[in-house]
């Protein structure tokens, strides 16, 4: 009637919808493609910076990739405004790793905000240094964290310590000590928020030093309950697992009772306790599976693989704790410091610090003590869905070791609608564990409403719970047989032959509950066996009838009333066996099987008529296995049936019919024996941990520590004094064996002029000079130069190197032994070298045409941007190929940039080459091309013409030749090495094999073989000059080291940039032994970071 109204509601919707937004930045998700992004980011205005930082975070966070604007963000680092300063600092956070060598050129802005006034501003800049995550940069990042974690603000404390576990990640082997010295101090410190994210620092930086938390364990139990939620899950861990190591497990607790219990012979000073928890002294309503709690605590320490594998071995061999593992809860201070410390937290928000301290009662309180964990378990189940599964994965572990716990508490447990199917199974299992013969009525009329449940899987479930019940509780059981026996006469199982999958299971559960229960006493329910054969015509699920075939097989001779019926029913299977399923036929013929091999009197010739025909039935059967089963029963029960058809069939002897004999009576004539009990395979975790939920070790997962595993500080100080005095003598081989240093002043190194690489050109080529030789210059002392010289005209280098000769004491003063290198050189190594030769276009793409290039040493003299290149050009086909010539992608057109040409002298991306007129098939050609790469990451896109035809390719660059080599002595190395420290400076490890091969081949030539520091230098060197245009400075090889070790091994190379003339410094260091693979440590120094970075990746992945 008045259709304004609904106009006016729709018009308030919108209204409030945009009321709601007033205020907010939800208007930056309207328009994720915003063109005007750019221009606002090089805007004047802080105000309109914001507001394109902002946009891209919205951007970020829909999943949009925005790193094209990494270069304008990065410039609004150095920004005075706050707010804009730590939107750049999120952005630098999320594309850091993706582009470290944008991210590098921020590293002088974030080292300036290191020092701000404003600790926010401190803060940032150290979270976004380590958020990088650069080898490169990690020195920067441990001075700058090492700073912070004194500072004054708390904030910039904790960010200290959030930035170690990212730091550790770089597996920075040699500054570990230094890691860990800043998580000692850190754990030094007052302010819960700093101890809490130290404490995640400690566990993932180093976990087993307890020697930390020793010196601060007080201090970190007091203050554990004014620690962040978070961080008091990690503390109470390091603490539980330091008091373990430390002082062992708690006497008073039930493991030592458990332990108590299957030692007792072996402890006598543990008599009182003992007693205390024997037989006399447990309440008898407070029983518990001793087995089972056993193998929770020993999965515990051990770790449920390791405890699953040493227990199904024949012999187990358990742990065996000392008496000197356990300590005393009221003796022990800092025991009882923990449990009241932990005490508090049970009513703590969050339901992982419950957790957590709960595990922590469990394990370590005294067994009278243990309940207290109960309520406030209890209460965590009124928490959320996903929270109730995750306490009731651990209620589970805890019930079944102590069932009497929460046995009172059983309601707590009912099922709730609102319950998920993992929760309902969950609390089935644990009403099952914890019901006694006063809460047994209460939770079986329970179970009587879950039957009805409209989810039929809960409701089977429940059914099983009914027979797990019945076998707990046996006064039960009668109670138990006379509810799942009417459960299966009911209408929905017995009218409709085909049932719902679903009802089928409730009523196979409920038979297998009751064959459960009847194997536990058959002859006392012979009346149930016989109920349920007379209702096997109305029952109709397939699996349900075997179950009640095989019971009547079972127990065919149990009772007087079972004989009897036998031949009635067996008729009506055999009636009926042609309509069966496979599984009630292959039951069925287990059945007749039993019966006929078990049969005597009068009723056997009856019962042979049935079985043959049976047998009979299912050899004509379609099922293959089916038949298989029937063939096999024939012939196994062939004197039983007494055909002498089957009689010829069999082989005649007595001793193969004596054979079969013995194989029926143990198939079928013996009842089933009572077994003994399975042996406990659970799988059982720590407490609150993430793999007692997905029930397996989850990343990062570790049992507790082995009792009693660290020792107390006097031990220690004694054990350290006592190696301290064995190994008194061991520097003094280093002391007394002389070393020598080889001159400054000799150039280590010559150079072939025609490439610009390192070495001279020998004066007769046919005079082989030997690869290294010793400097003739005087380096040292007077009183030691001559016994050198003597020293290496009497014996080889190699003999030298390995076997330091004993020089008299008079004619070398202790001064001249503190060099421990002497410099070589190495002579004509630029002959050998090979550049590294790369694909341009092979003959499958190029319809036969090969064009491979190797970057040349030589410098071009038209502009130092451009790279010489030799490329090779092969007719691979068999037709000719002509007018070959090399373009680049875009060179019709023009550079539309006019500052980058003029900056970079007007020089094209490639100079234009000569065309070959034609290659014959076959016929190969060299060509000298001259390229000026935009960047020496990105490749140049070129195109390749021949017979008409065009082929995209992609040069692509290496940047070990955009360097050339720079002439240097020794001295000026250093000297301008010591000019580019700090941020100049980058490092990286990796591993060297390149000389393992050469060596493993000589092995067995001893007449010629190389010495094995020379085949080492020879193959860093080659590796090096292969892989770049350097110059190699000088070699420094360890005299007074230990055979065959290569450790103080040092080359030096220099170069300078191309474009701008800037120096590039590399210094390689070896550790290890000749004859196996090396650690090598390469340093770069460059004022161009970014490229000195580039270049050190590209120097460790040649050497590795």
């Known amino acids: 009637m008045f259709p304004q109204f609904g106009a006016t509601a729709d018009t308030l919707s919108k209204a409030s919808t945009i009321m709601f937004r007033i205020g907010t930045d939800a208007h930056l998700y309207d328009d994720p493609e915003d063109v005007n992004i750019a221009p606002l980011l090089d805007s004047k205005f802080d105000s309109e910076k914001c507001e394109a930082l902002k946009r891209l975070l919205a951007l970020i966070a829909q999943g949009f990739d925005v790193s094209n604007f990494f270069p304008q963000v990065v410039k609004n680092v150095a920004s005075h405004s706050l707010e804009v300063k730590k939107l750049v600092y999120l952005y630098l956070l999320h594309y850091a790793q993706k582009r470290p060598n944008e991210a590098l050129l921020s590293i002088n802005s974030f080292q300036k905000d290191l020092g701000d006034t404003n600790p926010l501003v401190r803060a940032w800049a150290l979270r976004t240094m380590a958020g990088i995550r650069l080898h490169a940069i990690a020195p920067l990042v441990l001075v700058a964290v090492g700073k912070c974690a004194r500072d004054p603000s708390v904030y910039v404390r904790k960010c200290a310590a959030s930035a170690l576990p990212k730091l550790h990640d770089l597996r920075l082997q040699e500054h570990s000590s230094t890691i860990e010295e800043i998580v000692g101090t850190l754990l030094t410190d007052n302010s819960p928020a700093v101890v809490g994210a130290t404490a995640a620092a400690f566990s993932s930086v180093c976990p087993n030093n307890y020697s930390l938390i020793g010196k601060n364990y007080k201090r970190l139990c007091t203050i554990l309950p004014d620690v962040e939620e978070w961080g008091q899950i990690v503390l109470i861990g390091i603490l539980l697992r330091y008091v373990i190591a430390r002082h062992g497990l708690v006497k008073q607790s039930m493991m030592f009772h458990l332990h108590s219990k299957e030692h007792s012979s072996s402890e006598n000073d543990d008599s009182d306790a003992d007693s205390k928890f024997g037989k006399e002294g447990i309440d008898p309503s407070k029983k518990y599976d001793s087995e089972l709690a056993s193998m929770i605590y020993r999965c515990y320490i ?105 046995a009172s508490h059983f309601e707590n447990f009912f099922i709730l609608s609102t319950d998920s199917y993992q929760t309902k199974a969950l609390k089935l299992e644990i009403l099952c564990t914890i019901s006694t013969d006063s809460s047994i009525a209460s939770i079986l009329k329970e179970f009587q409403d879950y039957i009805r449940d409209p989810d039929r899987r809960f409701a089977a479930d ?135 091999s078990n049969s005597k009197g009068g009723d056997l010739e009856t019962l042979t008529k049935i079985g043959c025909y049976v047998l009979e039935l299912a050899e004509c059967d379609m099922n293959y296995v089916v038949r298989g089963r029937g063939c096999f029963f024939r012939k196994l029960l062939s004197s039983h049936l007494g055909s002498k058809k089957l009689e010829d069939e069999v082989v005649a002897s007595s001793q193969n019919e004596g054979l079969l004999n013995v194989l029926a009576e143990h198939m079928f004539h013996e009842q089933a024996t009572q077994q003994s009990p399975v042996p406990v395979n659970y799988r059982v975790y720590l407490p609150g941990s993430l793999s007692q939920i997905v029930l397996h070790a989850a990343p990062g997962y570790e049992p507790l520590p082995k009792p009693c595993t660290i020792l107390d500080d006097a031990d220690a100080e004694a054990e350290v004094s006592e190696q301290d005095g064995s190994d008194s003598f061991t520097g003094s081989l280093d002391e007394e064996s002389g070393s020598y240093n080889g001159s400054d002043n000799s150039v280590a190194s010559g150079g072939n002029t025609d490439n610009g690489k390192t070495g001279s050109s020998s004066e007769d080529e046919n005079i082989q000079d030997p690869l290294i030789q010793i400097s003739d210059e005087n380096h040292l002392r007077p009183a030691g130069s001559a016994d050198l010289e003597e020293l290496m005209s009497r014996r080889d280098l190699e003999t030298w190197l390995d076997d330091q000769p004993s020089l008299p004491n008079s004619s070398i003063p202790e001064q001249s032994k503190v060099p421990r290198s ?42 130092p941007h451009v790279i010489t290149i030799q490329a090779s050009f092969e007719n691979c086909s068999s037709e000719t190929i002509s007018n070959i010539v090399l373009k680049h992608e875009d060179f019709t057109t023009k550079p539309s940039d006019s500052s980058e040409s003029s900056s970079q002298d007007d020089v094209p991306a490639l100079i234009p080459m000569e065309e070959i007129t034609s290659l014959e098939p076959g016929q190969a050609t060299r060509e000298t091309i001259h390229v000026r790469f935009h960047h020496h990451l990105l490749p140049l896109k070129l195109v390749i013409y021949f017979n008409g035809k065009s082929h995209p390719v992609k040069l692509r660059p290496d940047i070990g030749y955009f360097v050339k080599p720079l002439p240097m002595d020794v001295d000026a190395f250093k000297d301008k090495e010591s000019h580019l420290p700090g941020m100049f400076e980058c490092t990286r490890s990796c591993i060297f094999k390149g000389h393992v091969d050469y060596l493993n081949k000589e092995k067995g030539n001893h007449t010629f073989a190389k010495d094995k520091f020379l085949v080492v230098c020879e193959s860093i060197a080659l590796t090096m000059l292969s892989n770049a245009n350097i110059f190699l400075v000088s070699v420094d090889m360890p005299i007074a080291a230990k055979h065959d070790d290569a450790s103080g091994l040092c080359l030096r190379f220099s170069s300078e940039i191309l474009s701008n003339s800037a120096p590039c410094l590399i210094t390689i260091t070896a550790e290890g032994i000749c004859s196996e693979p090396l650690n090598v440590v390469v340093k770069v120094n460059c004022e161009e970071t970014v490229f000195g970075l580039n270049l050190l990746n590209r120097i460790v992945n040649s050497l590795s």
């Not at 096997?536 to 149990?558: C, F, H, Q, T």
């Not at 009333?561 to 399923?581: G, H, N, Q, R």
């Not at 002959?831 to 090969?850: C, F, H, Q, S, W």
């Not at 290039?853 to 410098?859: A, C, D, G, L």
């Open 302 to 406: 051990e770790g449920p693989d390791d405890y699953l594998s040493r227990s199904s071995y024949s012999n187990k061999v358990f742990l065996t704790f000392s008496g000197a593992k356990f300590t005393s809860s009221k003796n022990n201070e800092d025991v009882k410091i923990l449990l009241q410390c932990t005490s508090p937290l049970f009513w703590s928000n969050n339901s992982a610090v419950v957790l957590a301290a709960a595990g922590v009662h469990w394990i370590m309180a005294p067994k009278e003590n243990i309940e207290r964990i109960v309520k406030p378990l209890l209460f965590l189940l009124r928490s959320s869905r996903n929270s109730n599964y995750v306490v009731l994965c651990n209620i589970q572990v805890f019930a079944k070791a102590m069932p009497y716990l929460f």
């Open 822 to 863: 002497a410099r070589i050189s190495i002579k004509d190594i630029g002959k050998r070298v090979i550049p590294k030769t790369y694909e341009l276009l092979d003959p499958a793409n190029g319809n036969g045409m090969k064009v491979d290039y190797t970057f040349s040493s030589e410098v071009s003299t038209i502009s």
């Open 462 to 596: 429940t059914v099983a719970a009914i027979g797990l019940c019945a076998l707990q509780l046996p006064k039960m059981a009668s109670t138990c047989l006379e509810g799942l026996l009417a459960l299966t006469r009911q209408d929905s199982f017995t009218s409709d032959a085909r049932a719902s999958e679903e009802e089928a299971g409730v009523l196979v559960q409920a038979i297998m509950s009751i064959k459960m229960i009847v194997k536990q006493d058959p002859p006392s329910h012979e009346k149930v066996i016989v109920q349920l054969v007379r209702n096997l015509d109305s029952i109709k699920v397939p699996a349900a009838r075997a179950i009640i075939i095989w019971m009547l097989g079972e127990y065919s001779k149990v009772g007087e009333i079972i004989p009897k019926m036998l031949i009635t029913v067996l008729k009506y299977i055999a009636w009926s066996f042609t309509s069966e399923s496979s599984e009630t036929k292959l039951q069925t013929l287990n059945t007749v099987a039993k019966i006929l």
